[in-house]
Each structure stands twice: as structure tokens, then as C-alpha cells.
């Protein structure tokens, strides 16, 4: 089936790790984003990424990182440096160059420093 | 810059009443607006999206929103809650064209609880 698949789905870090959220889509989209979610204060923007090889920082991207190597693929890497990683992270993806296009949402994976 | 405002970060009803959660937008530019679904421990789901066609825009499981350019709203309704309309609920707003096109921004959310 096509989708996004994120993993893993829980994360246990410990102070001063980095840990790497993976995830993968077979959806052929062009453009990839991950988002933070956090109770009561809706989605925010990390990073997006439009094509190969280019990405654009967004809303809150301190203390993260990204690379987009391959088309499908778009880890995200929370480093030691985020003060307050625990949060629920969700990638998606969507088409490239129409406005209007539906962003797709993976099942999220649920980062918890310990 | 573009924002959303959904009033009611809980809104209660009984099965088979009317649910209405509210969305107002700010944006500089003509929007594309989107209610998404998200149910507990799950990513989100699309359930409409207004990209400037028809003003109401029907969606998946019965709901629907009306885009009113005059109150800068795009309020979700649907006649008859279902206990199985429990959840989460986020309206967004995109930029329609221009560099950010795809981008999503967000707004806080709205439980909704269906009471039996």
C-alpha cells in the first residue's frame, strides 16, 4: 500500500543524545516536511524539503537536523542540543508545484527524553 | 504571514446533535484552507480542503465547511455527531502560489467529545 512510514513509533532518549526519526513515503511526492506536536499548541513546521538534495528551515528549526538524499526518504535527527525534544513528530509529504495540494501524514513516532 | 484561530479547544456534544468547530484565518493572500482529523496516538487525516472552487466544501464522513471571505472563517459542521467523531480536529491554512505553497500553518486544535 502506499503511505509514509515513520519508526520507530516510541523513542526513549537520554540527556545529550542525538537520536534519528526515520521516515520513508512510496507515494512519489516530491516535497517532504516534518512537524512537532506538542498539547494544545497544534502542529509546527521543522523542516520541509522540496526536491533532492535541498531543504529550508522551518518554524522551529533549532536543535534539529535533516538530509534528503533520496526522493523517498527524509530523517530527521533531534541532536543534544533541542532543550525540550519530548514531543510527538510527524512527517508528511505531498506534491510539488500546485498549490492546493493535499499534505499526507505519516502515523507519527512519539520521542520521550528520559 | 498567515494564522489560524480555532475557538474551543473542547467542544462537547450529544450523539446525533450538530457539531460545529470553529476556524478563523488571517491571510495576506487568497488562502487554501483544510480541516484534518487526528485520532489518539495516529498522524492526521484529511477530511476537506477548500482551494478556492466551490465555497461549501463537502468532506469525507459527513462533514462539511463553508469558506466565508467576509468573516475570514471556514467552520466545520456536520448535522448528526457519531461517537465515532471523537477526536482531535485542526484547521490549516496554506498560501495559495508564491514559494511557501505547501506549507501548512496550523491552528491549536479542537477535542471534540460525543456524549451516548
Known sequence: ?114 | AQSVTQLGSHVSVSEGALVLLRCNYSSSVPPYLFWYVQYPNQGLQLLLKYTSAATLVKGINGFEAEFKKSETSFHLTKPSAHMSDAAEYFCAVSRAGGTSYGKLTFGQGTILTVHP
Open chain 1, 1 to 114: 500500500d502506499g503511505g509514509i512510514t515513520q519508526s520507530p513509533k516510541y523513542l526513549f532518549r537520554k540527556e545529550g543524545q542525538n537520536v534519528t526519526l526515520s521516515c520513508e513515503q512510496n507515494l512519489n511526492h516530491d516535497a517532504m516536511y516534518w512537524y512537532r506536536q506538542d498539547p494544545g499548541q497544534g502542529l509546527r513546521l521543522i523542516y520541509y524539503s522540496q526536491i533532492v538534495n535541498d531543504f529550508q528551515k522551518g518554524d522551529i528549526a533549532e536543535g534539529y537536523s535533516v538530509s534528503r538524499e533520496k526522493k523517498e526518504s527524509f530523517p530527521l535527527t533531534v541532536t543534544s542540543a533541542q532543550k525540550n525534544p519530548t514531543a510527538f513528530y510527524l512527517c508528511a509529504s505531498s506534491m510539488y508545484r500546485t498549490s492546493g495540494n493535499t499534505i499526507y501524514f505519516g502515523e507519527g513516532s512519539w520521542l520521550t527524553v528520559v
